[in-house]
């Protein structure tokens, strides 16, 4: 099988699942190798800042903590590169749904996820504290992918990311003195995830459209858009990998412990989009809309709530955020998948997505063996 044909089978939607699994129990075979959940890892800005001032000290479990970078950066860049510069300021004059978003991410959200905390967990326990810190930030990064995924309306998820993204600085303080107590911790860092998730592959997505455009057209910009396209599965697949190998030691030595925060995560997740997706299909959003704003209210911040955990609490409330994303991907996947199976029902008439998601469904639509 040759390379083109390989990477036209990633794009299957049908044969991701098998990819996805593959991912992770390669990623708990190389953790229970190495161990390395037993060593202290240093928080990817901090190891990229390292880096530039050559202090960095290279080792398997911190270049793997790096490789959650790289994972992102793959799997973000090729949805930026779908986005016009047009489509951003349709996004922006969409009042309704920013007010859902924004209603579900900051008035319910932190609330539920202290809820499910309350109930499945002892309150005042390192992994009370460690998920209800999880829940405080809506996610900047890997929505987007999601959102991608579902063939949903991209330009939409930037807008919406990059409003919480804003709002993330202001009420996270807020949030974490009314639901944890005293934290201190950088609020920098949250404009610092922002700079580094968002910002750098947008700029590079929207340079790269601009100039593949520019210089190959349209149409034959589509081509290499196809190639990009399986490069963000890619990325997903990779990022796997790597957060499977940080704990998966753990995984198999305590499955318990996943398990204890896998079912309050798990409703969360399933709760909250299920919720915002079927509010904005009442509302009467198209498909692509109601599928941005659905994930743009699941996603939690992972990043940051790695970051403040590590800085401001003890390595067992940090341990329940770093578990967190081992369970929000493959149950985000799998909301992917109910979005997309539940589309012809709910959303009879075709939708008038403007960022190219209907193009790039027929491109992957026909990828790959049926």
Not at 92 to 118: D, E, G, I, T, Y
Not at 155 to 181: E, F, K, R, T
Not at 244 to 254: P, Q
């Amino acid at each position: 099988m040759n390379i083109f044909r390989f990477l036209e089978r990633l794009q299957n939607f049908k044969l991701l699942p098998f990819f996805v699994v593959i991912s992770m129990a390669i990623g708990i075979g190389i953790g229970e190798i190495y161990g390395i959940s037993n060593f202290a890892l240093t928080p990817p800005i901090d190891a990229l800042a390292s880096i530039i001032h050559g202090t960095y000290e290279f080792s398997l479990p911190n270049t793997l903590a790096l490789g959650v970078v790289v994972g992102l950066f793959l799997m973000m860049y090729p949805a930026m590169t779908n986005i016009r510069f047009g489509d951003l300021g349709k996004a922006v004059r969409s009042p309704k749904h920013l007010a859902v978003v924004l209603f579900f991410n900051f008035a319910v959200a932190p609330f539920f996820m202290l809820l499910l905390a309350n109930l499945f967990l002892t309150p005042g326990s390192d992994f009370h504290t460690g998920l209800v810190l999880y829940g405080l930030a809506p996610c900047i990064a890997m929505v987007i992918v999601f959102t991608f995924l579902s063939f949903g309306n991209n330009a939409l998820a930037i807008i919406l990311v990059a409003l919480n993204s804003i709002l993330q600085m202001l009420l996270i303080p807020v949030y974490a003195h009314w639901l944890l107590g005293e934290v201190n911790f950088d609020v920098w860092l949250v404009g610092e995830s922002v700079l580094l998730y968002l910002g750098i592959p947008l700029v590079a997505g929207l340079l790269t459209r601009y100039f593949g455009v520019k210089r190959y057209g349209e149409e034959k910009f589509k081509k290499v858009k196809t190639l990009l396209d399986t490069l963000s599965i890619v990325g997903l697949l990779f990022t796997l990998i790597v957060m499977f190998a940080l704990k998966g030691d753990l995984i198999l030595e305590s499955p318990g412990l996943i398990l204890e925060l896998a079912i309050p995560m798990t409703l969360f997740f399933w709760v909250m989009f299920v919720v915002v997706y079927l509010v904005g299909w009442k509302l009467g959003f198209n498909y692509q809309d109601a599928v941005a704003v659905g994930f743009n209210s699941t996603g939690r911040d992972f990043e940051i709530a790695i970051a403040i955990a590590i800085t401001a609490f003890n390595p067992t409330v940090a341990l329940a955020t770093v578990v967190g994303p081992l369970i929000e991907v493959p149950v985000m996947l799998v909301l992917v998948w109910f979005a997309r199976s539940t589309r012809a029902k709910l959303f009879s008439t075709p939708s008038s997505a403007f960022d190219g998601s209907a193009v790039r469904e027929s491109a992957q639509s026909s990828a790959g063996p049926k």
